[in-house]
């Protein structure tokens, strides 16, 4: 009989293969944005559909699942092994109940459910896009029911898809948080004066490009195991163990657009880039929730970002690449402003979650079967103008605006208010710990980094969510966080 | 049964499989030479060695050996499969007979000199790398007696390895050709006055990028389905059937190095962007012979880029970008310069043959048997005096220079005159059908793409190169040509 170290070593070659091609996979999608010749499209399709087809294979192997079970029935594992079979053994299950047919079918409708989306946002006719998400939901519901039965979750079939990207949450935790995040957030909403839109604000692409590197140098991104790229729409990933790459854009009449995307991602990119590579053999070194993903680029973005000291700050490394950068009051009043728009991406901090809590809503009741797929854009519509007062022009800035339903992801988007509300935690506790204000204002970002790295980062996914936060920042009232972080703005 | 047309879909699926994941292994190349993050090293290592395992495995998939066997049986393929299927059948027979056991001895042996080689390089021992070149040799003659046994090839063991890179060619054949060009190159080079070590030309690497880009874009290199990068040691490759990659390299005080390093690769890679695309489920989507694939690269680089109307022309594009661009005279003393160099890569025209030409020798030698390799920096250096009157000062710019032995590639230099010589035929032949001077004066190169297009590049493979040449430019004496071309400037 095997030893529980060959069967481990068997694990983690198995794990290090695995890595090994969605590595691959990530370079092939960080090209295809960042600067892959227009006409190879077809080519990255067929050779992203070869990867995929590969890693199927790979991490739906019986031969994984049989040395699964293995491992599971040993009595010698160390604490570390044990919290890797559990969660790879959950991982497992999840992907070995969808079988090989329905898998086919799910990513056939994805496609023509992304294809009608394009379509529609171009001639405005939503028709042909209601008609393909009929049918996506159809299957995102059979993907959900075969989960919960192979699973044994007894929840509501939403909360099997959220636990695709924060496990052990619920929608009843999350309504609870939207219950009382929302009316706090109108109240904010209420109390400021509408600004007027800033004046346009020139400048080139390149000094754009070498304000943003000297930006994400500061903070802490390690270009030894990363680099900065610029594409359409920001993002980070991970190529390789000690591979980490982010992005950026550059608006051409909007230098703050680049500045706010470069902290994000770059808090994505330090987050990846702190998680120790001793974990990679055991399948740990991802994060253990989207959501605490989301709270490391909200956490530089917003939380340090858009503070006061921050802001005064970076009029260093602006006036050293910038042509014509505003004074310290209009600068502070551009990276603050808030304004109702019927876009979550172009939304400011406040009413940024106000357009999650209304995506919640919606995405619940479409799962559920309450909503029906042709009265989505009413819904939309009208909710809108519950949450925000705001009617949209049209279904591309609308019920049209995001990619995500039209892809397959639903239960993605309370992630991000997750992140929002740990982010603000994370500053609260930091600042009981470090003169936070200090060192922003000094531009010294490594102690704050290092508390990450160690209280966060390295740890990987070691722990679930919960038990990281309360050892990292004790029991908190995230909510309540979130509500005096942006009462000071 | 199956029919025909069914085993040949079984084919052309294989072969679009293995090109797929072919591309990527290009694509994980390419960014490893122009940004890999530096600690991602280790990564790509792990990355390659998974691509290069699964691509043995499907070359050598029996299923594919019984297909060919039952694809070569058949009386019903079109002239262009049976093209296909002895060319595949060909390779087929080549790699099988290769085991895998000795596959690995040969990469290990490979990377031990490698190491070897550049450990020389740094500290100028050269005993560690002829002991690792000795086990190098002896696989690499072991792996040519296996492929000779396998397919009956009955000449030199040599000339199994030329055909790695040149298929048809014979040693014999080249020993004719060296025997007729070494004395015509030098009695070029004792006619040639020494000119003086031209002066330093410093541009940014900003303006060269922009210079190249120009130029790549006018001679016809087509960016919708390519780009041009920066690495070390400027190189082409395909990442897909639409996606084909040239660099350049810019040095800070010769912009000329980067103009005729651009004009190679751009050479290279339109060749490869006019191969037919329907091509490549036949696996006939590649040059013919290594040798033809460099005729591409020298043509644009010497034929067209060091002709008098060339440099005329060149003027323009180098006053668009660069700062201070010589007058007509000294630019076009500066581009054909001639100089006994020590170091193939910084050859001129003339004395780059004869590079190549004491490399043949040695390599020959080497692999019979006769020179043993303790004996091989002392042969290097006597050769060198004999051939161009020079003795390198020490191992670094004497055997140590190139990568290819250290690197396994035995029989690949002469590709290198192969090019050079068909080069020049082909603008000697070129100047009866077109106005070349005129076009190229007028910096209208179309015509000139369009014709090799036509009677080279859209062809692939689909004839062996003997065949290509006497189809586009007749027979024709091409040492004549080279030294003729060679005697105008």
């Known amino acids: 009989m095997a030893t529980t170290a060959e069967l481990w070593e068997r694990f983690e070659r198995a794990n290090r293969e695995i890595a090994t091609w969605g590595w691959l996979q990530a370079l092939a999608g960080w090209d295809q944005q960042t600067g892959m ?38 009595d010698d594992p160390t604490e570390l092994q044990r919290v890797a079979i559990e969660q790879a053994t959950w991982g497992w299950r999840r992907s070995v109940a969808v079988d090989a047919g329905l898998a086919e079918r799910l990513a056939r409708v994805r496609s023509e459910t992304m294809t ?56 009843a935790d999350l309504t609870a ?14 109390a400021v004066e509408p600004s007027p839109e800033p004046e346009a604000w020139a400048e080139s692409a390149d000094a754009q490009r070498a304000l943003c590197e000297e930006l994400s140098r500061a903070v802490g991104f390690d270009f030894s195991i990363g680099r900065l790229d610029r594409s359409e729409h920001p993002f980070t990933t991970r190529c390789g163990l000690r591979d ?36 990679a053999g055991a399948g740990l070194m991802h994060a253990p929730s989207t959501g605490l993903h989301e709270s490391q680029s909200r956490f530089w973005e917003n939380a340090i970002g858009r503070s006061p ?46 357009h999650i809590a209304l995506r919640f809503q919606l995405e619940q009741a479409l799962i559920s079967g309450e909503l029906a797929v042709a009265d989505l854009p009413a819904a939309w519509d009208d909710a809108m103008e519950r949450t925000l007062g705001l009617r949209p022009a049209d279904a591309a800035t609308g019920v049209l605006q995001d990619i995500h339903w039209s892809f397959q ?15 603000a935690s994370f500053l609260l506790h930091l600042e009981t710990e470090l003169p936070v204000d200090e060192l ?20 990987g996914a070691t722990v679930r969510v919960d038990r990281l936060l309360k050892d990292a920042i004790g029991e908190r009232d995230h909510v309540a966080d979130l509500l005096t972080v942006l009462g000071r703005s």
Request: charged share 20%.
């Open 440 to 459: 922003v204002g000094a531009g010294d970002f490594a102690p704050i980094l290092g508390w990450f790295r160690e209280h966060v980062h390295q740890r």
């Open 177 to 190: 948080l939207f219950d009382r995040l929302v009316p706090g957030l109108r109240g904010i909403l209420d």
């Open 116 to 171: 009608a989306w394009l379509g529609a946002r171009q001639t405005g006719d939503h028709g042909p896009w209601l008609a393909a998400m009929e049918g996506q939901l159809a299957l995102v519901r059979e993907r959900a029911s075969a989960i919960a039965a192979a699973t044994g979750h007894d929840g509501p079939l939403y909360d099997v898809l959220l636990e695709d990207y924060d496990r052990g949450v619920r929608s």
């Open 409 to 423: 992801l639903f239960g993605y988007f309370p992630s991000y208010t997750l992140g929002n509300v740990w982010a």
């Open 309 to 354: 000291a921050f802001v005064r700050w970076l009029r260093g490394p602006l006036s050293r690449h910038l042509a014509a950068v505003p004074d310290a009051e209009a600068l502070w009043t551009r990276v603050n402003r808030v304004a109702r728009t019927p876009i979550r991406v172009e939304a400011d901090q406040v009413t940024y979650n106000l």
């Open 244 to 279: 980490v790459r982010i992005t950026t854009r550059f608006l051409p009449d909007d230098p703050l657009g680049a500045v706010f995307a470069t902290l994000h991602e770059a808090g994505h990119g330090m987050y990846e880039q702190g998680m120790a590579p001793s974990l």
């Open 37 to 74: 010749p227009p006409g190879a499209a077809g080519d990255r399709q067929e050779q992203e559909a070869a990867l995929t087809r590969l890693l199927h294979e790979r991490t739906t192997d019986p031969a994984l699942g049989e040395l699964l079970v293995a491992l599971e029935g040993r």
